[in-house]
Nanobody, 114 residues
Framework: VQLQASGGGLVQPGGSLRLSCASS????????MGWFRQAPGNQRELVAT???????NYADSVKGRFTISTDNAKNTVYLQMNSLKPEDTAVYYC?????????WGQGTLVTVSS
């Protein structure tokens, strides 16, 4: 199984980005998908998750700014990020799981800076 993340880049504070993560396997086979991030010197942290019935969960730091969604026809999970802040700067990883440990994408770098 491969998870291919894309969409990262450099954006100014207040700007928006949409991350995509395309799965080589049907995402219907997963019961959990999510986005995590890791900033330099920090541990990897959960950003947003979505389960097989569409229930979502967000880190407090991104609630109201980020939205996770899926497109089953494209086998892709998205992370729409709005009102970006410098503290959102990190490498973002997608994750998919039916049973542990699941699968990880390669990461995409998001840099929020003026």
């Amino acid at each position: 199984v491969q998870l291919q993340a894309s969409g990262g880049g450099l954006v100014q504070p207040g700007g928006s980005l949409r991350l995509s993560c395309a799965s080589s396997r049907s995402i219907d086979s997963y019961n959990f998908m999510g986005w995590f991030r890791q900033a330099p010197g920090n541990q990897r942290e959960l950003v947003a998750t979505i389960n097989s019935i569409g229930s979502t969960n967000y880190a407090d730091s991104v609630k109201g700014r980020f939205t996770i969604s899926t497109d089953n026809a494209k086998n892709t999970v998205y992370l729409q990020m709005n009102s970006l802040k410098p503290e959102d700067t990190a490498v973002y990883y997608c994750h998919a799981r039916r049973i542990s440990p699941g699968y990880w994408g390669q990461g995409t770098l998001v840099t929020v800076s003026s």
